[in-house]
C-alpha cells in the first residue's frame, strides 16, 4: 500500500473515496448540500465511528464522499486523529475500495498516516488465502494547499506505523515459527535493512559470560537462547547519555514446571511483546535518526519443561553476582531481564527503560487501560510519563515503598524470584528488578494488561497491540 501526501482540492481527487472528519455539532455543511439533511435527519451526528456515504457526490471526481464521525472538536488531538483514520481506513477497507483520500491537518498528518497502517495490520498472516480481496492500493493524505515540508510529519507517521507493526507481528508469531533464534535472525535482517548494528550473544557466549538467571529459564527447553543486542548510535551523539531498551523476550511461556492452566495458554506467544516492542522502536529510531545512542538488549528464551527443567527450589547465579532462589517458574520474566539489565549497564547504558509482560497482578491493578510504570529515578520517570502523554499510550505511576522490599525474603539466596504471598505481585516484581538496576536511572514498563487486544477495535485489529513503541521513539526523538 503507498501512502503519499496530497495538497489538492477535495473536489479534484479521482478516488474511490474521499473521507472528511465530521465533528460533533459542527458537521461540514457547506461541503455537500446532502450533509445538512444526514444532519437533520439524525443520520449523521458526528459521533466517534459514525460514518455516512454520499455516492457519486456532485462536483467531486471522488467516486463517494465519507463523512466519518470524529466527536467533539475540542478534543481532537493526535491520539483521536489516530483512531479516527485507522476507524475510517478499516470500515472502507472491508468494502473492497483500492483509494482513498483522507482529509487532515497540519498538525495531524503523521497520525493519520500512522493510524492508516496500523488500521491496516491483521493478524491472519498465515491463512492460505492466495489474495486478500480488502487491499487497498492507495492512500492520500490530503492537506489543501498545504506545505512540503510535511514530507517530514509523513515520514514519521510511517516511521512509528512500521515499528508497532512489526512489533506486532513478532507477537503474533507462534512458538513452533519464532523460537529465540529465529526472533535472532528476523531481527539481523531488520537492524541491515534499518542500518543498525545487530549483535547476537548464543548460549555458549552466555554461558561464558555466566549470564545465569537467563539461563536456569532456558534449560528446560531444546531451543537455545540468545541475547539480542541493536545499536544505534548517531553521528554525533548527545554527551553522558546512552538509553538502554531492555525488553522480556519469552518467545513462548508455558510456565516451566510450575505449569500454567492450558485455558489460554496458547496466547503465551506473546510473552516477548516486551522484546517485541524494544525491536519496533528500533526500526523506527533507525529511520527518524534521534541524537542520543539507543542499545536495545532482548534476552530471548523457551520456558518449557522438560527433563533438565528447572525446578522450584533452585539457586541460580545471575551475571552481577547476586543470586536468586527460584520460587516459582512462571516467574521466569524477571530472571532473564536481570541478566540483560547488568550486561546493559557493562556496555555504558547510562539510562534504562525495560519493558515486560510480567505479571498479571497488573491487569487487577489497571485493568486493560494503563500499563503500570516503576522507577527508582523521578526525572527519567517524568520524561517518559511526557513522551507516553504525547504518543497517546496510557500508563500510570505505582509506587516502589522500601515496605515492598521486604516481602522479598529467602533464607537460602539473596533474593526470591517472588514474593510470599498475593499482594502486591506487580510491585515485588519491580522491586525485584531494582536490585539490579542499583543507582542507575531506570524505569520498568509492566505491559502484560495492554500488550494484547482480546476484542478488536474500529480502528485496531484484535492481537498483539505493538505497545510501547511509541512511547520509546519519543523518549528518544525528544531527548536534549
Given at each position: 500500500m503507498k501512502?503519499?501526501?496530497?495538497?489538492?482540492?477535495?473536489?479534484?481527487?479521482?478516488?474511490?473515496?474521499?473521507?472528511?472528519?465530521?465533528?460533533?455539532?459542527?458537521?461540514?455543511?457547506?461541503?455537500?448540500?446532502?450533509?445538512g439533511e444526514l444532519e437533520r435527519s439524525g443520520e449523521m451526528r458526528g459521533k466517534a465511528q459514525e460514518m455516512a456515504i454520499i455516492p457519486e457526490p456532485a462536483g467531486f471526481r471522488a467516486k463517494r464522499l465519507v463523512l466519518a464521525g470524529a466527536g467533539p472538536g475540542a478534543k481532537f488531538a493526535a491520539a483521536e486523529?489516530?483512531?479516527?483514520?485507522?476507524?475510517?481506513?478499516?470500515?472502507?477497507?472491508?468494502?473492497?475500495?483500492?483509494?482513498l483520500a483522507i482529509q487532515a491537518e497540519a498538525g495531524h498528518v503523521s497520525a493519520v498516516a500512522e493510524g492508516v497502517m496500523l488500521?491496516?495490520?491483521?493478524?491472519?498472516?498465515?491463512?492460505?488465502?492466495?489474495?486478500?480481496?480488502?487491499?487497498?492500493?492507495?492512500?492520500?493524505?490530503?492537506?489543501?494547499?498545504?506545505?512540503?515540508?510535511?514530507?517530514?510529519?509523513?515520514?514519521?507517521?510511517?516511521?512509528?506505523?512500521?515499528?508497532?507493526?512489526?512489533?506486532?507481528?513478532?507477537?503474533?508469531?507462534?512458538?513452533?515459527?519464532?523460537?529465540?533464534?529465529?526472533?535472532?535472525?528476523?531481527t539481523q535482517r531488520m537492524a541491515a535493512a534499518e542500518g543498525l548494528d545487530c549483535e547476537i550473544l548464543d548460549e555458549a557466549k552466555l554461558r561464558e559470560l555466566g549470564f545465569g538467571a537467563l539461563l536456569g529459564v532456558?534449560?528446560?527447553?531444546?531451543?537455545?537462547?540468545?541475547?539480542?543486542v541493536v545499536r544505534y548510535v548517531p553521528p554525533d551523539p548527545l554527551p553522558d547519555v546512552h538509553l538502554g531498551l531492555v525488553g522480556k523476550g519469552v518467545t513462548f511461556d508455558t510456565g516451566g514446571i510450575s505449569i500454567k492452566p492450558s485455558d489460554g495458554m496458547e496466547k503465551m506467544k506473546y510473552?516477548?511483546?516486551?522484546?517485541?516492542?524494544?525491536?519496533?522502536?528500533?526500526?523506527?529510531?533507525?529511520?527518524?535518526?534521534?541524537?542520543?545512542?539507543?542499545?536495545?538488549?532482548?534476552?530471548?528464551?523457551?520456558?518449557?519443561?522438560?527433563?533438565?527443567?528447572?525446578?522450584?527450589?533452585?539457586?541460580?547465579t545471575s551475571l552481577a553476582g547476586k543470586t536468586v532462589e527460584v520460587l516459582n517458574t512462571d516467574a521466569e520474566g524477571r530472571l532473564i531481564l536481570i541478566d540483560a539489565i547488568t550486561y546493559a549497564k557493562r556496555l555504558g547504558c547510562t539510562h534504562l527503560v525495560d519493558a515486560a509482560t510480567l505479571t498479571g497482578a497488573i491487569g487487577v491493578a489497571l485493568g486493560p487501560v494503563r500499563a503500570g510504570a516503576f522507577t527508582n529515578d523521578q526525572p527519567l520517570m517524568d520524561r517518559v510519563l511526557e513522551a507516553a502523554r504525547v504518543q497517546g499510550e496510557k500508563m500510570w505511576q505505582?509506587?516502589?515503598?522500601?515496605?515492598?522490599?521486604?516481602?522479598?525474603?529467602?533464607?537460602?539466596?539473596?533474593?526470591?524470584?517472588?514474593?510470599?504471598?498475593?499482594?502486591?505481585?506487580?510491585?515485588?516484581?519491580?522491586?525485584?528488578?531494582?536490585?539490579?538496576?542499583?543507582?542507575?536511572?531506570?524505569?520498568?514498563?509492566?505491559?502484560?494488561?495492554?500488550a494484547w487486544i482480546d476484542d478488536g477495535k474500529p480502528w485496531l485489529a484484535k492481537g498483539p497491540s505493538g505497545y510501547g513503541v511509541r512511547t520509546l521513539v519519543e523518549l528518544a526523538c525528544s531527548w536534549k
Open positions: 501512502i503519499e501526501l496530497s495538497f489538492s482540492a477535495p473536489t479534484d481527487l479521482e478516488v474511490d473515496a474521499l473521507v472528511v472528519p465530521a465533528f460533533e455539532g459542527a458537521l461540514p455543511k457547506s461541503l455537500h448540500p446532502w450533509v486523529a489516530r483512531q479516527w483514520a485507522g476507524a475510517a481506513f478499516r470500515s472502507l477497507k472491508a468494502k473492497g475500495l483500492k483509494s488500521g491496516d495490520w491483521e493478524p491472519d498472516g498465515h491463512k492460505s488465502r492466495k489474495e486478500d480481496p480488502r487491499a487497498v492500493d492507495q492512500v492520500a493524505v490530503v492537506v489543501p494547499g498545504g506545505d512540503p515540508s510535511l514530507d517530514g510529519a509523513l515520514r514519521r507517521g510511517l516511521a512509528l506505523a512500521a515499528g508497532q507493526n512489526f512489533a506486532r507481528s513478532l507477537a503474533n508469531e507462534p512458538g513452533n515459527l519464532l523460537p529465540p533464534r529465529e526472533l535472532a535472525a528476523r532456558a534449560q528446560g527447553s531444546c531451543q537455545p537462547p540468545v541475547l539480542i510473552d516477548m511483546s516486551g522484546g517485541a516492542a524494544m525491536l519496533g522502536a528500533m526500526l523506527a529510531i533507525g529511520r527518524l535518526k534521534p541524537a542520543l545512542r539507543v542499545t536495545a538488549l532482548v534476552p530471548a528464551v523457551e520456558n518449557m519443561p522438560g527433563g533438565n527443567a528447572q525446578r522450584p527450589g533452585d539457586i541460580v505505582m509506587p516502589m515503598d522500601d515496605e515492598y522490599k521486604e516481602m522479598l525474603q529467602s533464607a537460602s539466596a539473596d533474593l526470591p524470584n517472588i514474593s510470599g504471598g498475593r499482594l502486591g505481585g506487580s510491585i515485588t516484581a519491580a522491586k525485584f528488578l531494582e536490585a539490579w538496576a542499583e543507582t542507575t536511572p531506570w524505569v520498568h514498563l509492566d505491559i502484560a494488561n495492554v
